[in-house]
């Protein structure tokens, strides 16, 4: 298992521009979720799903969209980039039969918006 | 509503002290309690995590943390640290059951004196 991967690992945009962050799992977890890293903020949950099709926001969920069309992925678009979404992005995933809800991350893509 | 406090952004301890990082939580539910790890420009690694039953749990290098509910705590012990302990540290909560929803605290730099 290749677990929770994310691409790109590094990514530079400049204001407006739109871009799509990858996650993908190959677990069969019904739950994913979004999350962005700031320095002195700990990790705060942008969007999160618990199956294909099925999707809500989490406690940042402005200026991101996310769909489920699959089990395997969940995408994080950005349409219109801004310097505040400059941050570190996790995506992560968990199986409703796991041990206790532990959540696996991705090793995160590390966004500048210039 | 869950919310987490980790006391304390910055913590220096020298090689062969005990290391406390202090956590308290806040929720509405029996909580699900973890703390993970995160290494220089590295993902997040699960150290440890409580959910039910034994209220002192081990983790991984040494680690293992008490749920006082009387407390609301969750601290993070270790008798003796290491320089490779040197990291940032989150501690968790979820609702437990099917809230997956994970809320962090905003984390511990712990530095490790030789």
């Known amino acids: 298992n290749a677990g929770v991967t994310q691409t790109p690992k590094f990514q530079v945009l400049k204001t407006g521009q739109s871009m799509t962050l990858q996650c993908a799992q190959d677990?069969?977890?019904?739950?994913m979720s979004w999350y962005r890293q700031d320095p002195g903020m700990g990790l705060r949950l942008i969007h999160y799903s618990v199956g294909a099709g099925i999707t809500d926001q989490g406690e940042v969920p402005n200026g991101y969209n996310v769909s489920r069309s699959t089990t395997e992925d969940f995408p994080l678009r950005l349409l219109s980039a801004a310097p505040s979404q400059t941050s570190v992005y996790f995506c992560a995933s968990t199986h409703r039969l796991a041990g206790y809800n532990e959540q696996f991350f991705g090793p995160g893509t590390r966004l500048t918006v210039l | 509503a869950q919310s987490v406090t980790q006391l304390g952004s910055h913590v220096s301890v020298s090689e062969g002290a005990l290391v406390l990082l202090r956590c308290n939580y806040s929720s509405s539910v029996p909580p699900y309690l973890f703390w993970y790890v995160q290494y220089p420009n590295q993902g997040l690694q699960l150290l440890l995590k409580y959910t039910t039953g034994a209220t002192l749990v081990k983790g991984i290098n040494g680690f293992e943390a008490e749920f006082k509910k009387s407390e609301t705590s969750f601290h993070l012990t270790k008798p003796s640290a290491h320089m490779s302990d040197a990291a940032e540290y989150f501690c968790a909560v979820s609702g437990g059951g099917s809230n997956y929803k994970l809320t962090f605290g905003k984390g511990t730099l712990l530095t490790v004196n030789p």
């Open positions: 677990m069969n977890h019904e739950y």
